[in-house]
């Protein structure tokens, strides 16, 4: 790789931005390098971001991929030995990055180093993370349940494909604008890059939004869990602080890799739910006194789940080839629908894991690989819950057991493993809130730091004070899954990356020849700027390129369109769940216990 730190011109006016000029008015301008920029400079244009992701990506091609070791794959075990030959050293510390002026001694090679250090992860530990890392299969049965074989098969094939391509549009943008010079690192700095500072800011509170939402999901589902093992005799309000209590703990350590082997255990678990309840369901009846809240039949037809008056006897299992008969219209079959949203929603940790990777051009085979292995794994247990269960498909599918030990058994396993993945979302959540929002907005001191380790633990207790008030507030479990998925996982998996895909080749097309950003002087040449530039770019790279701008177009409106109906299906679903009088907020029945 060329040497480009002797070449730009002297910096000794840091603040000073590189040069945007018209192509008839070149002057000359004073270059900033990148280890001298701050982060998230909004001075950098998209042009040089370009410019360094292609040479990135050169270089790239030339390294030979990393072997998959599955031992380090399935125990979760970092390599200790470096590739030879391959792997850089850099002797960097935190304090050389603590500070501009610390960050301009470094040298282009160094600071490149640096950032070729953190790439060693191969395509198949990713198709490993991709698979572990998904939200579970338990609402696929109810979610069935809601709209039929027909449809509820189409339409999770369709969700599946739609977010392994909203997978690929990620990997697109992110090879477009990911360096050395300038490593992409989360989900924001997408939006940044393509549209600039209000989009990151937009990105990142959505997501972190939709983390603390989740673990608030998880909250109610397990203090569900606590209060069924619990024969209901423990009040329900209580059961969340139990589990909130233990995540609580677990929240405080800051490092991910101090989960280790403990969050791979929670796949195998997982897994041991998944075959103890398809076991079970094939030789036991449905949990008919749990059916009231959170079966399929509840949520589109209770009187396909309400008892003879006279002989107390529930009504047979039915199974619809379309979409069911409903009370309320599209509410349950969209609130199910949604349930499909959760299941794909791994998409926005995509880019934390393309900026481990040595080479992020075979993350699209990992990708791909693992959507269709959670798409078959999903459906054949949704389907298998639907057969055995029919209208009263619960969500969770484990909480439909009808046979106490085993529905017990069910319960704690998942309890452990919720456990882990609590502490994953609180742990991440934080991060992101903090890093993102904290320290951009109200300049707080950097996690590093032990003011800002104060700080974290300071947020922990808030943050989990929230996920209970979440819990004890909203016991309707699917309902809130519905909100959750409508609002935030649909717009972080399925609306922002064709947007974001949209504005990188935009601003790619409407560079023309002779256009683009010079690494001598750090003139940033465009022949156009503004609204003009954006219509060109949008109709510039041929019919192909232009039809792709359009359909990204579409998809994206039609993802907004997607979320504002669900959100009105899962508000009105939430609204008729209260009108139950037994169910309350902070309350001590169980939701649960409503047919009792």
Same mark, same amino acid.
């Given at each position: ?29 004073? +270059? ?19 410019? +360094? ?40 510390? /935190? ?19 640096? !950032?070729?250090?953190?790439?060693? $992860? ?36 369709? =969700? ?9 549009? &990620?990997?697109?943008?992110? %090879?477009?604008?990911?360096? +050395? ?84 255990? $929670? ?21 008919? /006194? ?81 959507? =269709? ?20 498909? =619960? ?6 057991? !009808? ?10 396993? !998942? ?46 207790? &808030? ?6 008030? &979440? ?14 998925? /409508? ?11 064709? &947007? ?28 156009? $700027?503004? %609204? ?57 029945? !169980?939701? %649960?216990?409503?047919?009792?």
């Amino acid at each position: 790789m060329e040497d480009i730190g002797e070449k730009p011109k002297s910096t000794d006016s840091p603040s000073t931005p590189d040069e945007v000029v018209l192509a008839d008015r070149p002057h000359p301008s004073t +270059y900033i390098k990148p280890q001298g920029r701050k982060p998230h400079d909004p001075d950098v244009t998209f042009e040089e971001y370009y410019y +360094y992701a292609q040479r990135t990506r050169a270089e790239e091609a030339a390294i030979e991929a990393p072997k998959t070791d599955w031992r380090e794959i399935l125990l979760r075990k970092k390599k200790t030995a470096a590739i030879e030959g391959q792997t850089p050293v850099s002797h960097l510390t /935190a304090d050389d990055f603590a500070s501009r002026e610390n960050r301009l001694e470094i040298s282009d090679e160094e600071w490149t180093n640096a !950032s070729r250090m953190f790439r060693t $992860a191969s395509w198949g530990a990713c198709f490993y993370l991709i698979t572990t890392d998904i939200l579970g299969p338990y609402g696929v049965g109810f979610a069935m349940g809601t709209l039929g074989w027909g449809p509820g098969i189409v339409l999770y094939t369709v =969700f599946g494909f739609m977010a392994g391509y909203s997978g690929y549009l &990620i990997w697109h943008t992110f %090879l477009g604008i990911d360096s +050395y010079e300038f490593p992409a690192r989360n989900y924001g700095d997408l939006g940044f890059r393509t549209w600039g500072q209000t989009a990151r800011y937009i990105t990142n509170t959505c997501q972190a939004l939709g983390l603390l939402l989740l673990l608030g999901q998880v909250t109610i589902q397990f203090g569900l869990n606590i209060s069924q093992m619990s024969k209901f005799k423990l009040c329900y309000v209580v059961c969340p602080v139990i589990f909130v209590v233990a995540g609580f703990f677990l929240t405080q350590i800051r490092t991910l890799k101090a989960y280790g082997w403990v969050a791979n255990l $929670a796949v195998w678990l997982n897994l041991l739910v998944i075959f103890i309840t398809m076991g079970v369901f094939a030789n036991s009846p449905p949990n008919y /006194a749990v059916s009231t809240l959170g079966s399929a039949g509840g949520a589109v037809n209770p009187a396909t789940i309400t008892p003879d008056p006279v002989t107390g006897e529930y009504p047979a299992i039915i199974h619809y080839t379309g979409l069911p008969k409903s009370d309320n219209g599209l509410v349950g079959a969209i609130n199910g629908l949604l349930s499909g949203v959760l299941a794909y929603a791994g998409a926005q940790l995509f880019v934390e894991f393309l900026a481990e990777m040595r080479r992020p051009r075979d993350f699209i085979k990992a990708m791909w690989g693992a959507q =269709f292995f959670i798409y078959t794994v999903y459906l054949i247990y949704g389907c298998y819950v639907y057969h055995f269960q029919g209208q009263y498909s =619960f969500a969770p599918s484990y909480q439909g057991v !009808s046979v106490y030990g085993w529905q017990t058994a069910g319960n704690m396993i !998942s309890l452990i493993a919720a456990l882990i993945a609590a502490g994953l979302y609180g742990n991440i959540g934080i991060k992101v809130f903090y890093n993102n929002i904290m320290l951009d907005i109200f300049h707080a001191p950097p996690l590093t730091t032990s003011k800002g380790k104060i700080f974290y633990a300071s947020i922990v207790p &808030i943050w989990w004070s929230i996920a209970f008030v &979440i819990a004890a507030a909203i016991p309707d479990y699917f309902g809130f899954v519905s909100i959750i998925s /409508a609002s935030m996982l649909l717009n972080l998996t399925y609306t922002m990356p064709p &947007i974001f895909a949209l504005g990188f080749d935009i601003q790619r097309n409407a560079m023309r020849e002779g256009e683009g950003f010079d690494p001598i002087t750090g003139i940033v040449t465009r022949s156009d $700027a503004g %609204l003009k530039r954006l219509i060109r770019g949008y109709l510039s790279g041929g019919a192909f390129q232009v039809g792709i701008n359009v359909w990204h177009t579409i998809y994206f409106l039609a993802s907004l369109s997607m979320c504002g109906l669900g959100m009105y299906a899962a508000i009105e679903g939430m609204i008729v769940a209260f009108e139950i009088p037994e169910l309350n907020s902070f309350s001590c029945r !169980s939701p %649960l216990n409503l047919g009792s």
